[in-house]
């Protein structure tokens, strides 16, 4: 397995120190954020989702920009973070050739937020645009991945599954993330591994926690490191292992726990002492 992070998880960094940190580190890779930053809130506070300094414009200035700051790292493109909304075939086709330009052999596609309608409808939807992302990715050469993710209509891995399960697993496949699913959609690792079987394209690695309010209530999800949370890590290794998974385990922290390059360090020990 090669090991990567996501560059939303390093706001605080640009492009260039970001890819100088992960080559001192030891990291193999980096998967690039790709979104338009509106200029009003560039005079922020760096942030996770808002002014995040280590994201890459959906242009082609950028995407050469990260070809060439990756190679000069010596550091593979894991995939590209974009954020493509359901039906949106042209900003697949952008999305799909900045990967070309830069590398990159994946990119994230949107599969639709709960709430937005009946979940019957949003299936449909979601199914009808994976069917022209699908016929894209063959003329491009760039395979789209869908991300198990809480708030969407594939919190969990058979809902992963099922949408994506007529498609060409070589075309589309799923990013598993055991962080999203310990705020919603947890299933077994094991069972949800075996699955999604060849559809398996990318794991995402981050933690959380949850709080119970003062008198007692609901208890709410919180972000948390990687090493103190409720995804157990050796038990996902192991089915990792177990489904033959060798491809890229690419970090995301939002704990903000330790400062950037802190985190940089520690989580790829942790990681390393868990493969170990």
């Known amino acids: 397995m090669k090991l ?3 560059t939303v998880g390093l706001p605080d960094l640009t492009p260039e120190e970001a890819v100088r940190e992960l080559k001192d580190a030891g990291y193999d890779g980096v998967e690039w954020r790709v979104a338009h930053v509106p200029e009003s809130v560039r ?5 996770f989702w808002s002014n995040n300094l280590c994201t890459l414009e959906p242009i082609q200035e950028d995407a050469h920009r990260a070809r060439i700051l990756s190679e000069g790292a010596g550091l593979e493109v894991a995939g590209l973070g974009t954020y493509i909304e359901v039906g ?9 050739l900045f ?6 052999e994946r990119i994230r596609v949107g599969v639709g937020k709960t709430g937005e309608g009946p979940y019957a409808e949003m299936f449909d939807a979601a199914k009808a645009f994976l069917t022209g992302v699908e016929a894209l990715s063959g003329e491009h050469g ?10 969407t209509i594939c919190p969990s891995a058979s809902l992963a599954h099922r949408l994506v399960s007529d498609f060409d697993p070589e075309r589309i496949g799923v990013i598993f993330d055991p962080g999203n699913m310990a705020q919603e959609g947890f299933e077994d690792y094991h069972i949800g591994l075996e699955l999604l079987g060849p559809h398996l394209a990318h794991v995402h690695l981050k933690n959380a926690a949850f709080e119970r309010p003062e008198g007692g209530g609901v208890w709410k999800p919180r972000w948390s490191p990687l090493e103190d949370g409720v995804v157990d890590f050796e038990e996902l290794f192991s089915a990792l292992g ?7 385990l690419v970090v995301e922290d939002f704990s903000g726990a330790r400062p950037s390059r802190e ?8 990681i390393r002492d868990l493969i170990a």
């Open 4 to 6: 990567g992070v996501f």
């Open 43 to 47: 005079s922020e506070a760096p942030s």
């Open 88 to 96: 949106d075939l042209e900003a697949t086709e952008e999305a799909m």
């Open 99 to 104: 990967a070309r330009s830069a590398g990159a």
């Open 142 to 151: 760039v395979k789209a991945v869908v991300e198990i993710h809480h708030g």
């Open 242 to 248: 177990g489904a033959g998974y060798d491809g890229w």
């Open 263 to 270: 985190a940089l360090v520690h989580n790829l020990q942790f």
